[in-house]
């Protein structure tokens, strides 16, 4: 519960940013460069342009945010929908389709979305489709494997034998069956998304410079780390604590969602 409200919290900073931030997160005052926390008027301080570090913090959840989500769920609604397919039908398709994803999972997660970013150009739009591009595979291989424990079942056969079409099997009969898994790996993915975004903004291939992102805080920091520690400590603890905050929320949305582990629980408890 208190990381999901650490969650929401950040989610709530991100929608409200352009009311609760108290500067603009671009406005450049060289007279106040490199003022430390706690300073007049700026409670985090400010970087080398001047600009306030808090206000750039703010704003800069929003794009961790919006990447973060979007990515995952387009990601989960691709490989989905191929895993589905391929652990259904099986037979050539299923061949097909799992090396498609053996050979896509043979290049480094990392390298490919630089690749794929540096082609595309700097954008959240592009970190998107780059990180679709990179993440569906997991859900694929994940819905396959519960998709071919499933397509067995008795209450499989048994709609299979009504006449249901397969399509109505995969979405009415196979996929909520499989929902619980997918949950929780994409609840742990938006961890491994927001770090791959500030990752890719470090090296200056993420937003454009007009949109401040932690990674970029981080990127421009590394000049002043004697001088000005506060301006990669920040945005770095922002990334740690959600990231940490999403993990262990996926944690617990195993354990809430796993029967087995209820039943474990269950036996350990005395009579």
């Known amino acids: 519960m208190v990381a999901l409200a650490v969650l929401v919290t950040f989610v709530i900073v991100g929608v409200l940013a352009p009311w609760i931030s108290p500067y603009d997160p671009n406005a450049q005052n060289l007279a106040n460069r490199l003022q430390p926390p706690l300073s007049e ?8 342009l001047g600009r306030d570090v808090l206000s750039r913090l703010i704003h800069g959840s929003r794009i961790s945010l919006i990447v973060g989500f979007s990515a995952v769920l387009l990601s989960a609604v691709f490989g989905v929908i191929v895993g589905l397919v391929s652990g259904y039908v099986g037979g050539w398709v299923d061949s097909l389709l799992m090396r498609i994803v053996d050979a896509w999972l043979a290049f480094p997660f990392l390298l490919l979305a630089i690749a794929i970013v540096a082609v595309l150009g700097r954008g959240i739009d ?38 249901a079409s397969p399509m109505a099997i995969m979405m009415k009969h196979i996929l909520p069956n499989c929902l619980a898994p ?31 992102s932690w990674g970029g805080m981080l990127a421009d920091g590394r000049a002043y780390l004697t001088r000005a520690w506060w301006l990669a400590t920040l945005p770095g603890l922002a990334i740690f604590v959600i990231v940490l905050a999403v993990n262990v929320l996926g944690d617990a949305l195993r354990d809430a969602l796993d029967p087995r582990h209820e039943k474990i629980r269950s036996e350990e408890i005395p009579a």
């Open 41 to 48: 008027g700026h409670l985090l301080g400010t970087d080398g």
């Open 182 to 212: 997918i949950m929780v790996v994409a609840t742990l993915e938006v961890g491994v998304v927001i770090v791959t975004e500030a990752s890719l903004s470090f090296l200056g291939l993420g937003a454009s410079a007009s949109e401040p």
């Open 126 to 163: 592009n970190i998107v489709i780059a990180l679709v591009i990179t993440g569906w595979v997991l859900y694929a291989r994940l819905v396959r494997g519960e998709t071919l424990s499933l397509r067995e079942r008795e209450f499989v056969l048994s709609a299979r034998g009504l006449g």
